[in-house]
């Protein structure tokens, strides 16, 4: 009976030996997610004496970002539409009255390729002079790049980050359009350089295309014309083509302008101006982007509360982003009391009274239009 006793004193006044450090773990130990997606890990204490108090940092120590989350009890940390400076490790504190021990887990954010190529196009080089372009992409997974001259698979110099074209004598073979091209898991992306070789001696020349503009935005439903125009001898045929679709089926070429009407969405994409001669071809791109106005709806269009309930409408949109949204109340100057809004287009009310009932009106707008969509919402008492 006295040595319990004494057990008991001396783990009293030694605590912090009797008592057991945290052991946790985290779920997942490791994930990759891509941009705008969101991803969760769950800190578990594994052992370790009640109470174990649990947070969440960064491993450089730099504050945890705007859009992500603790949940109540310090285990869940939630990152929301994740973007790239969210990349990097997290670490998982537990802390009691015995000491501290932590875990840590690791965030990879894909994203699709991002090209640079120097010198930008046109290049203008003399026969006989070096031509040296030079690609660096990044992306998550990291990308591979390639070259290609005309259509040409072309050898490179290859380093972690850039693949150099070189060559150390221009020739008239040489001209055209140099096309670096990075691809990974994520998307492929495409950046061209003209090439033009000048000095070249007699009267007959490769064509030389090029188009009035590189990229154009069209509303949905108009009209849209694509110039172009080559030089060379003889005379070089002009054709258009889209990259990786064919032409859509309301379209028109003639003297080198290609007109497409009534446009939709789906003609978004790239257009290939291609001049060919006897001597070889050169190609020509511009770049089309069909923007639409907001089409919107709520869900639900209808819904029945009694009063305490929370009242949750979301406001969906179709159309060329950004789209804003903004709740109005049908027949009233403003919105009832604790009301709240988000910029995804939620209307969030935590808990409705009768007198909340009514019809709620959202507005969507994008920088082509606006369109809107109501919701009716009763509450009554049961």
């Known amino acids: ?69 603790i949940g109540p009890d310090g285990s869940v940390l939630t990152i929301a539409n994740a973007r790239i400076n969210n990349q990097g490790q997290y670490r998982c504190v537990a802390t009691n009255s015995a000491g501290r021990s932590t875990m840590t887990t690791l965030l990879t954010i894909k994203y699709s390729p991002k090209v640079q190529v120097t010198p930008v196009g046109p ?21 591979t790049v390639t070259w290609q001259r005309n259509g040409t698979p072309l050898v490179t110099t290859a380093t972690e980050d850039n693949n150099t ?47 009035s503009a590189a990229e154009l935005i069209a509303v949905e439903g108009k009209t849209v014309t694509m110039q172009c125009q080559a030089s060379g001898s003889p005379p070089p045929v002009i054709s258009w083509s889209k990259l990786r679709a064919p032409l859509p089926w309301q379209h028109t070429v003639e003297g080198g302008v290609l007109t497409l009407t009534s446009l939709g969405r789906q003609d978004s994409g790239q257009y290939i101006c291609n001049a060919t001669n006897i001597h070889g071809y050169s190609e020509a791109y511009t770049q089309l982007e069909v923007d639409s106005p907001p089409y919107t709806t709520i869900l639900p269009d209808q819904l029945k509360l009694r009063p305490g309930d ?6 969906l949109a179709h159309g060329s982003h950004p789209i804003a949204f903004h709740w109005t109340r049908v027949g009233r100057a403003t919105m009832p009391a604790g009301a709240e809004t988000t910029k995804e287009g939620k209307l969030l009310i935590g808990r409705v009274k009768l007198v909340d009932s009514g019809t709620y009106r959202c507005v969507a707008t994008n920088h082509v239009g606006s369109s809107e969509a109501t919701a009716k919402v009763t509450v009554k008492a049961a």
Do not use: Y
């Open 123 to 143: 290049l203008r080089v003399r026969v006989g002079e070096p031509v040296s372009l030079e690609c660096r992409a990044t992306g998550k997974p990291r990308p």
């Open 165 to 211: 074209m070189q060559v150390a004598a221009a020739g008239p073979e040489h001209a055209g359009v140099w096309v670096c091209q990075a691809q990974n898991s994520e998307g492929i992306v495409e950046v061209k350089v003209e090439v033009i070789v000048e000095g070249v001696q007699g009267g007959a020349t490769a064509p030389m295309a090029s188009v």
């Open 310 to 315: 929370a009242l949750r409408l979301q406001c």
């Open 1 to 69: 009976m006295e040595s319990s006793t004494t057990g008991l004193v001396l783990c009293s006044l030694l605590w912090t030996v009797c008592a057991q450090v945290p052991v946790v773990s985290i779920e997942p130990k490791a994930a990759g997610v891509r941009q705008g997606e969101s991803v969760s890990f769950r800190c578990r204490v594994v052992s370790g004496s009640q109470p174990v108090r649990l947070e969440w940092k960064r491993t450089n120590n730099s504050p945890l970002a705007d859009n992500v989350k």
